[in-house]
């Protein structure tokens, strides 16, 4: 695990050793450069498999295929076995960035998927005698890459605040993308916060030539939701998908240093820590964040993440730690968190507070993240099926309010199915996903107009009033309605949102985290089953479910999900209303509206919930702002 960075042009070795060190966090062991007439490339690395052989960049044998990698390949060992017997000579013992080279000599651009590569990476190969750089992000995006055009050709980095150092990096805001951040609570790859610097998509490669310059980044892998005319029955499914989350977390256990699990109390992370369990012949160690001074709120959810954590803990044996922060520790270390960002960002933030305790103990740590978006758990999953019944009862029955529901109906659409719910199933509906998934944004396009400046919206051009899943919905490939909004969620919310929270937290303070669920194995398979087979009723996640029975407590599978969020909403009205009201006035009025900030504020202050995730956003904007000037 590791951070990169890099230029094409005449080498600059102060240049490329302070962009290197502003990733110090990513890699605190060791760093490598290569100061090449026509490229160069840095590293940090955080040493985790061949600790001593491992150094970076790493080349073929005569030095013509030089790499710098941030990631880890898995299953590196097999494709060591292939790539010896099909020739290739490695200088080191077992280390997995080797073979990336040597991938890349046996089978050329397409390599991460002709040698079935099972990692997560963001890397760059300097190939000397077809005079080529190429960048590679892996198929879900795990592990972030970010790029800009400079005079000489390309600038590259793991983190934003690398491509910043270098001069003839621009620092020109992108207004369309952030007015997005405000419906999404992140900005969308490609685009980034700043005009001129792009994140690589997932599963795609991007080259630059001396001649032909920078490339149209272009897919080696598609995500895929295929059609399953042979649809296998609950228990052999369940049966498939025990056995590849098995595999992924034996896969997931290989390194040199030592590691542990998040454990939140949840299913999805305590499956992962009862598999690593079978695996061991010492405790897991195993973590979980808990919070100090709730009251009311979020405060019974919080306590029942202890509550399971502790009883999972028992029940595999494992060396268990608990940390528990208070908002006074949230307020305090808040702009470290915007700052790991680089970024406008209003997720979840959960991670950096319990990964700087865990690099106490460990370097490497197991998670459940992917599940849902895998499974089929938040609200856009459960309004799927549910939005597609009432549209059609509206359509073909002519029906428009809850009396003319029959029980069937009723049935058909729960968990929506009370006087109360089917309200706002009835404002959510709309014809399309993207009409109705656009519905769920933080704020309206409405709201926005109001909010941002005239200067603003001027800047953010077409963008204002767009419907950021209008393209998602032309490229879906899935067929059945939860499919569809799994989909959406892979393509934008996963990779934008999950795991750069997961990514750039958990880095922050240099553990590396490695996501099971998000196994390419898996998610293949799991993309090829019916969404009859994830969601069933008040069921989410309910092919998980029976796949886990045997390997879980009863109580824990029955579990309502809780989610791995800190309480903030509770905190803003109480130990952190100083902080919010602070940082809502602190908005800066060539951008936003005084008038509707302070509006907002005020209905805020006085009780409304609807407006929890709108201050919440504003907050973290405000962070990121100041972190700007």
């Not at 966090?25 to 026509?38: A, I, K, N, T, V």
């Not at 972030?144 to 934003?160: N, V």
């Not at 270098?166 to 992108?174: C, N, P, T, W």
Request: some cysteine; charged content about 25%.
């Amino acid at each position: 695990m590791c951070g990169i960075a890099g230029f094409t042009g005449p080498p600059a070795p102060r240049l490329l050793r302070d962009m290197c060190r502003s990733l110090t966090h990513r890699g605190p062991d060791d760093e490598g450069y290569l100061d090449h007439p026509q490229v160069s490339l840095a590293m940090r690395r955080l040493a985790i498999v061949d600790l001593s052989g491992g150094r970076q960049p790493i080349a073929n044998e005569d030095g013509t295929v030089v790499t710098v990698f941030n990631g880890e390949i898995y299953n590196h060992a097999a494709m060591r076995r292939a790539l010896t017997a099909a020739g290739h000579r490695f200088a080191t013992h077992h280390c997995d960035t080797e073979t990336v080279v040597h991938a890349y000599e046996e089978h050329g651009v397409l390599w991460p998927e002709k040698a079935q590569a099972n990692g997560m990476f963001g890397l760059a190969i300097w190939d000397q005698a077809r005079q080529r750089l190429l960048l590679y992000r892996d198929r879900l995006g795990k592990k972030p890459l970010y790029w800009a055009p400079i005079p000489t050709g390309i600038a590259f980095a793991s983190e934003i605040k690398a491509l910043l150092r270098h001069s003839d990096v621009s620092r020109e805001l992108d207004h369309g993308s952030l007015y997005r951040y405000f419906g999404l609570k992140n900005t969308s790859a490609p685009r980034t916060a700043y005009l001129q610097i792009r994140q690589l998509p997932p599963g795609h490669c991007l080259a630059w030539t001396p001649d032909g310059g920078i490339e149209e980044p272009r897919p080696y892998w598609k995500l895929d939701f295929p059609s399953f005319p042979d649809v296998p029955d609950e228990s052999e499914a369940a049966a498939r998908i025990l056995e590849l989350l098995t595999d992924s977390v034996r896969l997931r256990m290989d390194c040199d240093v030592s590691y542990g699990a998040y454990l939140s109390g949840g299913m999805d992370s305590s499956a992962v820590t009862a598999l690593m369990a079978r695996f061991l012949s010492k405790p897991v160690k195993t973590f979980c964040l808990g919070y100090a001074d709730l009251e009311g709120g979020q405060q019974e959810g919080k306590s029942r993440d202890l509550y399971f954590s502790r009883m999972m803990a028992g029940r595999l044996g494992t060396d268990h730690h608990e940390h528990i922060i208070t908002a006074g520790d949230f307020a305090r270390d808040f702009l470290g968190v915007m700052r790991a960002f680089d970024e406008p960002f209003s997720g979840t933030v959960s991670t950096y507070f319990l990964s700087e305790y865990m690099r106490r103990h460990i370097t490497v740590a197991l998670s459940g993240d992917g599940a849902d978006e895998l499974f089929g758990s938040y609200l856009a999953h459960r309004l799927a099926f549910p939005v597609e019944v009432w549209n059609r009862l509206k359509r073909l029955e002519g029906k428009a309010r809850f009396e003319d529901l029959t029980a069937a109906d009723r049935e058909a659409i729960a968990p929506f199915d009370t006087p109360q719910q089917f309200a706002f199933l009835d404002r959510v509906a709309a014809p399309t996903l993207a009409a109705w998934r656009e519905r769920l944004d933080v704020f309206t396009h409405a709201e926005r107009r109001e909010l941002l400046t005239p200067g603003f919206l001027a800047a953010a051009g077409e963008d204002v009033g767009r419907n950021p899943y209008d393209a998602i919905q032309m490229s879906l490939t899935a067929r059945d309605a939860l499919n569809r909004s799994l989909e959406t969620d892979q393509r934008e919310l996963l990779p934008n949102q999950v795991l750069p929270f997961v990514d750039r937290l958990s880095m922050a303070h240099s553990i590396e985290v490695r996501c099971p669920f998000l196994d390419h194995r898996m998610v293949a398979y799991v993309n090829s089953l019916p969404g009859s087979l994830k969601i069933r009723g008040l069921s989410t996640k309910h092919i998980l479910r029976k796949a886990l029975a045997g390997l879980l407590p009863q109580e824990l599978i029955d579990r309502p999900k809780e989610g791995f969020v800190q309480p903030v909403y509770t905190w803003m009205r109480g130990p952190l209303k100083d902080f919010t009201t602070q940082a809502m006035a602190s908005l800066p009025e060539h951008m936003f509206s005084r008038a509707a900030v302070d509006g907002l504020m005020q209905r805020f202050m006085a009780g409304d919930q609807s407006l929890n995730a709108k201050v919440w956003s504003l907050t973290c904007m405000s962070a990121w702002l100041e972190r700007q000037s």
